[in-house]
């Protein structure tokens, strides 16, 4: 299963379950009333395959374009190791501190903060998340993310939504 399939299962999930409240069981013997499909969900569902799509394309042709091999992570993401560190591999829920920049596709400087969180633990975003336990200490990567691996549809007060992105990390 491609990344952006399993977003868009992810979000086929939670559109449809949050769309209608359940209403009371119906007697068997009468006849049940047709399901309501919420068009507008429908619409957004098949709006977000395409941006997903799109981002996967868009990205894997610039990381073909880059002068340096990146490979393919796990969920969308192209990742180059600029620098290996030379300390132990990260453990789950070990507690670890990151150096990110996160920049657009074109520079642009959105982000640059260091944060300290838990490996494994949904504290950053999914395209560093993923991968931390194939990392060590003193690492350096930088990272060519999809927005829904990255800070995805609502973005944050520096990152705009929707937005591919590049993120700069050294793992301390």
Not at 47 to 73: C, G, S
């Amino acid at each position: 299963m491609t990344a952006g399939n399993y977003i868009t299962c992810c979000l086929v999930a939670v559109l449809l379950a949050g769309c209608t409240a359940k209403g009371p069981q119906r007697p068997s013997h009468r006849k049940s009333q047709p399901v309501q499909v919420d068009s507008t969900a429908l619409a957004l569902l098949a709006l977000n395959q395409q941006l997903t799509e799109r981002a996967d394309e868009l990205l894997a042709r610039l990381a073909q374009e880059q002068n340096e091999p990146y490979a393919l992570y796990e969920r969308g993401t192209w990742a180059h190791r600029d620098a290996a560190g030379e300390g132990e591999t990260l453990r789950e829920g070990e507690e670890c501190t990151i150096h990110m920049r996160v920049l657009s596709l074109d520079g642009r400087l959105y982000l640059d903060a260091e944060q300290t969180a838990h490996v494994g633990k949904y504290e950053l975003p999914a395209a560093i998340d993923a991968n931390l336990t194939e990392w060590q200490h003193g690492d350096r990567w930088t990272l060519l993310a999809p927005w829904y691996a990255a800070f995805g549809i609502k973005g944050t007060g520096q990152v705009p939504p929707y937005e591919n992105v590049r993120i700069e990390l050294t793992i301390q």
